[in-house]
């Protein structure tokens, strides 16, 4: 998809906004937007995107379609609530995960286990 042309005196395009969208049977299944991601669909919802620096975020629903964001690279995790605050943030490389409610820090487990 082009879209926001910006032609020049000569009618030559000076920018645009430039998509690229996969259909398969009517539904969108994958697009990439401008700064690089890419947004994969399944039944016409986010399952998951890929940053350019190969960070995944994947989106869970609730039974009342809410969504429940995941955001996952190779140093950390990180769950949030429907409402989008912090939820849990697993630091990978030393194994340690910090738990937030609204939006305060409510407890962190180290590898060992300890509080």
């Known amino acids: 998809m082009l879209g926001d042309l910006a032609l020049d005196e000569a009618g030559l395009i000076q920018s645009a ?4 969208q996969v259909f398969q049977n009517g539904e969108v ?7 690089g991601t890419k947004v994969f669909y399944t039944q016409g919802r986010v399952d998951y995107t890929l940053s350019k620096t190969g960070i995944r975020s994947t989106y ?3 039974s009342s379609t ?19 605050s912090l939820k849990e943030f697993w630091s990978k490389p030393d194994q340690k995960r910090s738990f937030y409610e609204g939006g ?8 060992e286990g300890a509080e």
Not at 17 to 20: G, I, K, L, M, Y
Not at 104 to 111: F, G
């Open 17 to 20: 906004h430039f998509e690229v």
């Open 29 to 35: 299944l994958s697009q990439e937007v401008p700064d």
């Open 60 to 62: 869970h629903y609730d």
């Open 66 to 84: 809410q969504i429940l964001l995941f955001v996952d690279s190779d140093d950390f995790r990180a769950d949030y609530y429907p409402d989008g």
């Open 104 to 111: 305060l820090l409510t407890r962190i487990l180290t590898s």
